[in-house]
């Protein structure tokens, strides 16, 4: 790939010779070239931005006198060049070895391009339309390419399409009702990000993974259907969907990135199945609706601020295989006011229980590092570290709680 600006303002470059390693040319890359005469490019599949060449002194392509100085391979000529040499207006001289498949066409305020097997749906020129139908001959839809379509309400996406692009319907704020295409594999960053209209999503069973942002700020998004073929919930996928209220998450997830539900505040339940290896930071942060979660089996760290400001979360079993409670990854829940950490766990991290209404916390390990945990420390609205004189300190006599205890001035129960 050449990047967008990468020989901007060489203005003494004269030839290019683009070789076959280069699939794409970013837009800008070869802008104000003004002494550029010949572009020579070696591979058929290479892709060339409307405004890689923004700015080179050639003639006008509006000119029919622009074309008489193009030599083409047997004297054919390529129905993209306006596209692909927009603003340009001194050209002398282009080769191309292989004739590239590059064309589009407008239908109804929908532009389409045809690069080589793939009809790329790319943009909709119209933003101000209700209802748009995608042409069935479209198997992939472009990035950004509905994006502020304001007006529009449903859209159903045909079964040709094998690719949704980044942010394709992203501030699509009308739109309630979505229907996806059976043979995606992945919806992908920022997909229906802020469609705050939005309230119900069927994912199809081709689905494999939720990329980030992709339902983020979904506001009104009261359901939602993961289907078994799921790998991967991406970072921040339903971040701020503050109307969802009920998630089942299948079997086959093994990852669940960071921020993934967080603020999701109508969140009352959420199943977490065995197969679930890691649950990123502040995945359910502030759903303060949650009153219940299993945390998998083969979680090894429960990482930072994961259920921080679940104000509703009652009760919390933490399996044996855990061996780290990450910073903040409990604080103010204020109705787990008894906490069991088993005897694997090596180590609490800083503020993990930052609230004031703890009663009473078991430490079963004997050796267990709570040195910078501060339990039975919380902040109050102005800032400042509080100590909860209410707090019991359960463990073994001799070990690493019963010498917190004694240090900080903490009731002491022993557990021998």
Same mark, same amino acid.
């Given at each position: 790939?050449?990047?967008?600006?990468?020989?901007?303002?060489? /203005?003494?470059?004269?030839?290019?010779?683009?070789?076959? *390693?280069?699939?794409?040319?970013?837009?800008?890359?070869?802008? +104000?070239?003004?002494?550029?005469?010949?572009?020579? #490019?070696?591979? /058929?599949?290479?892709?060339?931005?409307?405004?890689?060449?923004?700015?080179?002194?050639?003639?006008?392509?509006?000119?029919?006198?622009?074309?008489?100085?193009?030599?083409? &391979?047997?004297?054919?000529?390529?129905?993209?060049?306006?596209?692909?040499?927009?603003?340009?207006?001194?050209?002398?001289?282009?080769?191309?070895?292989?004739?590239?498949?590059?064309?589009?066409?407008?239908?109804?305020?929908?532009?389409? #391009?045809?690069?080589?097997?793939?009809?790329?749906?790319?943009?909709? !020129?119209?933003?101000?339309?209700?209802?748009?139908?995608?042409?069935?001959?479209?198997?992939?839809?472009?990035?950004?390419?509905?994006? *502020?379509?304001?007006?529009?309400?449903?859209?159903?996406?045909?079964?040709?399409?094998?690719?949704?692009?980044?942010?394709?319907?992203?501030?699509?704020?009308? !739109?309630?009702?979505?229907?996806?295409?059976?043979?995606?594999?992945?919806?992908?960053?920022?997909?229906?990000?802020?469609?705050?209209?939005?309230?119900?999503?069927?994912?199809?069973?081709?689905?494999?993974?939720?990329?980030?942002?992709?339902?983020? +700020?979904?506001?009104?998004?009261?359901?939602?259907?993961?289907?078994?073929?799921?790998?991967?919930?991406?970072?921040?996928?339903?971040?701020?969907?503050?109307?969802?209220?009920?998630?089942?998450?299948?079997?086959? #997830?093994?990852?669940?990135?960071?921020?993934?539900?967080?603020?999701?505040?109508?969140?009352?339940?959420?199943?977490? &199945? &065995?197969?679930?290896?890691?649950?990123?930071?502040?995945?359910?942060?502030?759903?303060?609706?949650?009153?219940?979660?299993?945390?998998? *089996?083969?979680?090894?760290?429960?990482?930072?601020?994961?259920?921080?400001?679940?104000?509703?979360? /009652?009760?919390?079993?933490?399996?044996?295989?855990?061996?780290?409670?990450?910073?903040?990854?409990?604080?103010?829940?204020?109705?787990?006011?008894? #906490?069991?950490?088993?005897?694997?766990?090596?180590?609490?991290?800083?503020?993990?229980?930052?609230?004031?209404?703890?009663?009473?916390?078991?430490?079963? +390990? /004997?050796?267990?590092?709570?040195?910078?945990?501060?339990?039975?420390?919380?902040?109050?609205? *102005?800032?400042?570290?509080?100590?909860?004189?209410?707090?019991?300190?359960?463990?073994?006599?001799?070990?690493?709680?019963?010498?917190?205890?004694?240090?900080?001035?903490? +009731?002491?129960?022993?557990?021998?």
């Amino acid at each position: 790939m050449i990047d967008g600006w990468a020989f901007a303002n060489c /203005k003494s470059l004269k030839k290019i010779e683009i070789p076959n *390693n280069v699939s794409l040319v970013e837009r800008f890359a070869f802008e +104000n070239c003004s002494s550029l005469s010949e572009v020579i #490019v070696k591979n /058929k599949f290479t892709i060339i931005n409307n405004t890689a060449f923004k700015g080179c002194k050639f003639f006008n392509p509006q000119d029919q006198s622009f074309y008489s100085m193009i030599k083409f &391979p047997k004297s054919k000529r390529i129905p993209f060049i306006h596209l692909l040499f927009d603003y340009v207006n001194d050209l002398i001289e282009i080769f191309f070895v292989k004739i590239v498949k590059y064309h589009y066409v407008d239908i109804e305020d929908i532009r389409i #391009v045809f690069i080589f097997d793939e009809v790329v749906l790319t943009e909709i !020129l119209d933003k101000n339309k209700e209802k748009i139908i995608i042409p069935k001959i479209v198997n992939r839809i472009g990035d950004c390419s509905f994006e *502020n379509c304001c007006l529009l309400t449903q859209v159903t996406i045909p079964n040709n399409v094998k690719e949704l692009g980044v942010g394709a319907f992203s501030d699509c704020t009308a !739109l309630t009702q979505v229907k996806l295409s059976n043979k995606i594999t992945e919806i992908p960053w920022s997909t229906f990000e802020n469609c705050t209209s939005l309230t119900q999503v069927t994912i199809p069973p081709s689905v494999r993974k939720i990329g980030m942002s992709a339902f983020e +700020n979904c506001t009104s998004l009261s359901q939602i259907t993961i289907p078994s073929s799921v790998k991967e919930i991406g970072m921040s996928a339903f971040e701020n969907c503050t109307s969802l209220t009920q998630v089942t998450i299948p079997p086959s #997830v093994k990852k669940i990135g960071m921020s993934a539900f967080e603020n999701c505040t109508s969140l009352t339940q959420v199943t977490i &199945p &065995p197969s679930v290896k890691k649950i990123g930071m502040s995945a359910f942060e502030n759903c303060t609706s949650l009153t219940q979660v299993t945390i998998p *089996n083969k979680i090894k760290k429960i990482e930072d601020n994961v259920f921080s400001g679940c104000t509703k979360l /009652k009760q919390l079993l933490i399996p044996h295989n855990v061996l780290e409670i990450g910073e903040e990854s409990f604080a103010d829940c204020k109705l787990l006011t008894e #906490v069991n950490i088993p005897q694997n766990i090596k180590k609490v991290g800083r503020c993990a229980f930052d609230y004031p209404t703890l009663l009473k916390i078991k430490l079963s +390990n /004997k050796n267990i590092d709570i040195s910078e945990s501060r339990i039975g420390y919380y902040g109050d609205e *102005n800032g400042l570290y509080r100590k909860n004189n209410n707090l019991t300190i359960e463990g073994y006599k001799g070990s690493t709680a019963q010498e917190y205890a004694k240090e900080h001035g903490f +009731n002491f129960e022993s557990i021998d």
